[in-house]
């Protein structure tokens, strides 16, 4: 089983829920930098152990030897959490329901199917990211990167180690990506309604 060939099956399989996602409200309002802050730091605070469990289980202790090519994105997105509290004399807020469901499963489910969040969430920061960064000014510490073209070297990298054929299939990663943007589209639609 190649992961080449996953790679080019996730895009080619996930590419009318990427168009959903773009095309939400919520997106396209952090895209044209019309947002409410209150959303993007609604936005950020559910990213953020989404980020959290794909370093800790998937890139696990590798996560410091790519260090210096920014794979770990939870502490940029922790700077512009902080910042917008900051910023506004707001409180934390609290983590909504779904995203304590997709992470809760993400402890649980095999380390594979991970590679699904890695693909969807780590490629979006540093290709859409490079329109975000401009429209969240300042709030845009997540999708910095002093080596953008060497991160994305290595996240493709992680994806094309083989897959454990004990752990999942092809397919199973391939529903797993589907089922994420699924999250992404409840979470914006949380956010949303705010």
């Known amino acids: 089983m190649s992961t080449n060939n996953l790679q080019l099956r996730l895009k080619q399989e996930t590419s009318e829920l990427h168009s959903k996602a773009e095309q939400h409200p919520l997106m396209q309002s952090f895209i044209a930098g019309t947002f409410k802050h209150s959303h993007l730091l609604r936005f950020l605070v559910n990213l953020l152990p989404v980020y959290q469990v794909v370093e800790q289980r998937l890139l696990g202790n590798n996560i410091y030897l790519y260090q210096q090519f920014d794979m770990k994105r939870s502490g940029f997105i922790q700077m512009d959490i902080d910042d917008i509290v900051r910023d ?107």
Not at 101 to 106: E, G, I, L
Not at 126 to 139: N, T, V
Not at 183 to 193: K, R, S
Request: zero cysteines.
């Open 88 to 194: 506004h004399e707001w409180s934390y807020p609290v983590v909504f329901d779904v995203t304590k469901k997709w992470v809760t499963n993400s402890w649980n489910k095999p380390i594979e199917l991970l590679k699904a969040d890695l693909y969807v969430r780590w490629l979006a920061d540093f290709y859409g990211g490079r329109i975000l960064s401009k429209s969240q000014a300042p709030y845009n510490s997540m999708y910095k990167s002093d080596t953008p073209a060497e991160t994305i070297s290595i996240i493709r990298s992680v994806l094309d180690l083989p897959v454990l054929p004990e752990s999942a299939t092809e397919d199973e990663i391939i529903q797993e990506a589907k089922n994420f943007f699924q999250y992404h589209l409840d979470l914006f639609d949380a956010i949303y309604a705010d």
